[in-house]
């Protein structure tokens, strides 16, 4: 009976062992399970305090930017209609400009866009026309379209093109070499006449041939990079008059060259006098 009772009793001190081992099991993977968590949350407390510091860095530079602005004096900046920013500067400039156009057509500028269209289209023909009547200007919403006439630029038929043309091509480089923001999309454009040659099957060809000729010519000849030119053959498909006359089809055989302008450094470029 006294071995039973030892026996009885040395069982419960091995099932009490028993249980308090299993309980501090469970504690230890409790605990290593808060700290995992712990960890966790501080890691995603510092990352969230890395982005809400660079949004704040972020607000204060922008901040400092509008700033800026605001203090400065002969720059500060005006909205235009929502088309373009320029500067007090630039506005001054291009009132003196408006004070030589000829006061027809400047009767005729109801709007703040169309002074600009006008100050900017007198400057580039100023710069870069010999002959008013080879070259027109006509600007819409500060993107600048030059109608070059064939006359300037190529013979009859051809796409070599002249050396008459490199005065105005020359022109037009600075032009554009001023705002390495700017494309500029040079247009074939021909009359209704047909062509077919071993060089061109129709006038198609022809347009795009002397579009290229013209571009060819900007890159090699006055460094404008050739990422930022475009060339395109319009055909006699885009006619400025009607081709009934000889007149009329020496109109329409032209290059298109479009350029979208920076207004303060196109002002600056073109202001070959002491405005």
């Known amino acids: 009976m006294k071995r039973l009772t030892v026996t009885g009793a040395a069982l419960c001190i091995v099932l009490a062992s028993c249980v308090s081992k299993k309980k501090y099991v469970a504690l230890e993977d409790n605990l290593a399970t808060t700290q995992s968590q712990l960890t966790k949350t501080q890691v995603e407390k510092e990352e969230l305090e890395a982005k809400v510091s660079k949004i704040e860095a ?27 920013v320029m500067s007090n500067n630039t506005k001054e400039k291009m009132r003196t400009t408006l004070s030589k156009v000829d006061p027809s057509e400047l009767a005729n500028a109801k709007t703040l866009e169309d002074s600009i269209n006008l100050a900017v289209s007198y400057n580039l023909k100023k710069s870069i026309a010999d002959e008013d009547d080879d070259v ?31 005065n105005i091509l ?53 460094q404008v990079d050739p990422a930022r030119l475009i060339a395109a053959g319009r055909s006699s498909y885009i006619p400025l008059v009607e081709n009934d006359t000889e007149e009329n089809r020496s ?16 002002f600056a470029l073109l202001d070959s006098e002491s405005l």
């Open 58 to 84: 972020r607000v204060a530079e922008y901040n400092e930017r509008i700033n800026s602005l605001k203090e400065m004096n002969d720059g500060q900046m005006t909205s235009v209609d929502d088309l373009t």
């Open 136 to 166: 027109d200007v006509n600007i819409d919403k500060t993107v600048v379209m030059i109608n070059i006439s064939d006359k300037l630029l190529f013979k009859s038929g051809s796409y070599k093109v002249s050396s008459k043309a490199d």
């Open 170 to 222: 020359g022109k037009l480089a600075e032009v554009i070499n001023s705002e390495p923001s700017m494309e500029v999309m040079v247009e074939g454009h021909t009359d209704s006449k047909t062509i077919s040659t071993e060089l061109f099957r129709d006038n198609w060809d022809l347009s795009v041939k002397r579009a290229t000729s013209i571009v060819r010519i900007l890159q090699e000849e006055y």
């Open 251 to 266: 109109k329409n055989r032209r290059t298109r060259i479009v350029i979208i302008p920076n207004l303060d450094k196109f």
